[in-house]
């Protein structure tokens, strides 16, 4: 299935820090990677032994990468969540950091929003899509986008980089074409 093109997509200022997913995934990570050392130097199963080290070194390599690069610690948690498993058949550790791995990416997703002629979509989880019918107003000014819907609900935040005053007229007129086709098209029914 193709991903799906949007006419104006409008990337959200993320407002929260993210120091404290940091620090739990951080914390997982560092706690199956002493396990894993631990069950390498106290075993004398030979296959164990190098698991536990392998095990832990690619937790450490997934953990440089994903602070360095990405911001991202996934990799490493779903490293640990396979090594878990392998090395203890533990399947609630093995769910612990597979649900983590995948949530971890989900917290720190960029929030946007992408606008084309069926209406307005959330890039939430799940993703949600209001058609313009639903929607009273969309207005972008001074770096703040604003959708007011008409199910009373109104959704404004500041947009992370600054645009010029006439990409904010561009996307303003769009919106204002689709929500008067809507509310034309409405009153003639």
């Known amino acids: 299935m193709a991903a799906k093109t949007y006419d104006y997509i409008v990337t959200l200022k993320q407002s929260k820090s993210f120091n404290a997913f940091d620090w739990i995934s951080q914390l997982l990570l560092f706690l199956a990677t002493a396990s ?45 969540a396979v090594g878990w498993y392998a090395l203890l058949q533990n399947w609630l550790l093995l ?17 946007e929003l992408g606008f084309d002629e069926e209406g307005v979509t959330f890039n939430s989880f799940p993703k949600k899509t209001y058609q313009w019918h639903e929607v009273s107003n969309v207005i972008l000014k001074d770096g703040l986008l604003t959708v007011d819907l008409r199910n009373n609900k ?8 600054d645009v010029i005053p006439m990409m904010e007229k561009e996307f303003n007129d769009f919106c204002k074409q689709y929500l008067y086709k809507k509310q034309t098209n409405s009153l003639a029914v």
């Open 95 to 111: 769910a612990l950091y597979g649900i983590s791995s995948i949530l971890e990416r989900q917290v720190k997703f960029k929030q």
């Open 154 to 161: 109104i959704f404004q935040k500041e947009i992370e980089t």
């Open 36 to 80: 894993f050392v631990y069950i390498a130097i106290t075993t004398s199963i030979f296959q164990l032994k190098t698991a536990g080290f392998v095990f832990a070194a690619l937790i450490v390599a997934g953990w440089i990468f994903g602070r360095a690069k990405t911001g991202f610690y996934g990799i490493a948690l779903g490293i640990a």
